[in-house]
């Protein structure tokens, strides 16, 4: 009898093992956004995080009736903090990169900006080792574009690098750096659509090359939330068949910032 019971007992241990583990109920999603990267993010003067990316957020877990939490966090910090769980996600207009990929999983694109130099207008900038010799340019700190600038110029630019937008705009206005290279949008409404604005413009081609600026922007998890990244991507699918995305990109850009 005893041994019928530990065969039994070993079945039974034995057919919990083989069930699949039970999938996390979502019930609450919390964002990471960064809150100082205009029209994507910004925090206004009571503390409040607004723009295109907190929208989306909020619109996002509407569809997947889920409560939506916003998280500031500083750009450099974002997938240390998405990996040490201080949020589910971040959705901070971040690229997705073969190189971020190795980190995190992201979900299918929800904008592809193209990437543009800024300058004051009449200023040269011939896009070679060559005429990059000496120059300062300036970006945002490990961003897609700072990686652009050190692999395709190297030491022959000198790179300025910021923690945000503002301070990055700042200096070129000071004319402490001769050039920034942004995302086009971020351009628009973080300098040439403020005062000022106007003695500035683009400088060079638009860039749009995968092996830097990646597949569009998307929405970062852990590797682990296989079935959250699954929820976003079919809101996402929902947000633009129903209608609501394009109300949100309309509230911010004149233009479809989902690209083809």
Known sequence: MMKIRLT??????????ATPAMAKEWKTVRFGVEGAYPPFSWTD?????????TDLANALCKQMAVKCELVAQDWDGMIPA???RK???????????????QKVDFTEKYAHIPN????AK???LTLTPEGMAGKRIGV????????????????????????????????????????????ASAIEQGLLGKEGGDKFDYVGPALTDRQWFGDGMGIAVRK???????????????????????????????YDIYGG
């Open 140 to 183: 945002q700190r490990a961003t897609t574009h700072d990686k652009y600038l050190t692999d395709n110029f190297g030491s022959n630019v000198t790179i300025v690098r910021y923690g945000n937008a503002d301070e990055a705009y700042l200096d070129l206005k000071a004319g402490r750096v001769l050039a920034l290279l942004a995302d």
């Open 45 to 53: 003067a009571s503390g409040e995080i607004k723009g295109f990316d």
């Open 224 to 254: 682990s939330d296989k079935e959250l990244k699954g929820k976003l991507d079919e809101a996402i699918k929902a947000l633009r068949a129903n209608g609501t995305y394009q109300q949100i990109n309309h509230k911010y850009f004149k």
């Open 8 to 17: 039994l007992s070993a079945l039974f241990v034995a057919s919990l093992l």
């Open 87 to 101: 949020y589910d996600a971040i959705i901070a207009a971040m690229s997705i990169t073969d190189e971020r990929r």
């Open 116 to 119: 543009r130099f800024v300058a």
């Open 122 to 124: 009449g200023t040269e």
């Open 82 to 84: 998405l990996l040490s």
